[in-house]
């Protein structure tokens, strides 16, 4: 009797885990916005050349970052989601150069934001350690367009604004925290990822067709690293269609239990 009562409360407890899980066949819709500002300032002092002294040259830079993605899942088994998702990241800077030898700073004119864009297939796995909280795990890859817009002198000793796109893919491994506040709606947060990226970059576009642009250019840039930080904090939300909240165990007399779980109670 006392073999059968530590049994019905090993299967109540079994219950309950699997009640802590997003079961197979639920279906999962959501986002994540993410927002962080930069600044770069730099000061130099030269030489001058034939008339002696020196003059000093500094430049500031701002530069702020937002990006938003979508995204849709599938859990093909308990915990287990396998999905698409879509992301847009956009950032926008601004410039000032400041001379001894120019009675005025100078500010460059701001210049079109720089874009990613990503499109790709994830795999998500999730740990609750309790009916509202858990850790999450996505692995995602896909297809990845970037284009950048910066400053450079050309040759010329001036500022000419240059602009470099290119096509590529990803691969990244994001570690984050899920808490729900009701059962299908769960809000997330993560501080960045190890990545990885390859990009194949066009010929630099200079403004005013300053360059001519080479019969042949090569240009791949591959990154391999873990980001994590404070800057790269993202907040996100998802809706869980078909998730069922945990039933709510009542607790009971032991003799309610019956005979068997009356005897597990005893010394």
């Known amino acids: ?3 059968i009562g530590l049994l019905a409360l ?21 986002g994540n916005i993410g927002y962080s500002r930069t600044t770069n300032k730099q000061s130099s002092t030269y030489n001058r050349s034939g008339s002696g002294g020196t003059y000093s040259y500094s430049s500031e830079s701002s530069t702020s970052q937002f990006s ?3 995204s849709g899942g599938y859990f093909v088994a308990d915990n287990l989601a396998l999905g698409l998702s879509v992301m847009h990241g956009s950032a926008s800077s601004t410039y000032k150069n400041t001379s001894s030898l120019s009675p005025q700073p100078v500010t460059l004119p701001d210049l079109a934001p720089n874009t990613t864009t990503r499109v790709g297939g994830f795999a998500q796995y999730y740990k609750m350690l309790s009916e509202q909280f858990g850790v999450v795990g996505t692995l995602g890859a896909g297809y990845l367009h970037n284009k950048a817009n910066s400053y ?26 899920v808490f729900f506040p009701i059962p299908k709606l769960g809000l997330s947060a993560s501080i960045g990822s190890l990545a990885l990226a390859h990009i194949s970059n066009d010929p630099p576009e200079y403004a005013g067709n300053s360059t001519v642009r080479p019969a042949e250019y090569e240009n791949t840039v591959t990154t391999f690293g873990a980001n994590f930080g404070l800057d790269r904090l993202q907040f996100g939300g998802t809706y869980y269609f078909g998730r069922q909240a945990l039933p709510l165990l009542k607790a009971k007399a ?14």
């Open 1 to 3: 009797m006392k073999k």
């Open 10 to 30: 090993a299967l109540a407890g079994v219950q309950a885990a699997q009640g802590q899980s997003i079961a197979a066949g639920t279906v999962s819709l959501g």
């Open 68 to 70: 938003i993605a979508l």
């Open 152 to 177: 450079d002198n050309n040759g010329s000793g001036g500022s000419v604004a240059v602009s470099l796109q290119g096509n590529g893919y990803y691969a990244d491994l994001t570690p984050g925290i």
């Open 254 to 267: 032991p003799g309610q239990y019956g005979p068997g779980l009356f005897c597990a109670h005893q010394a």
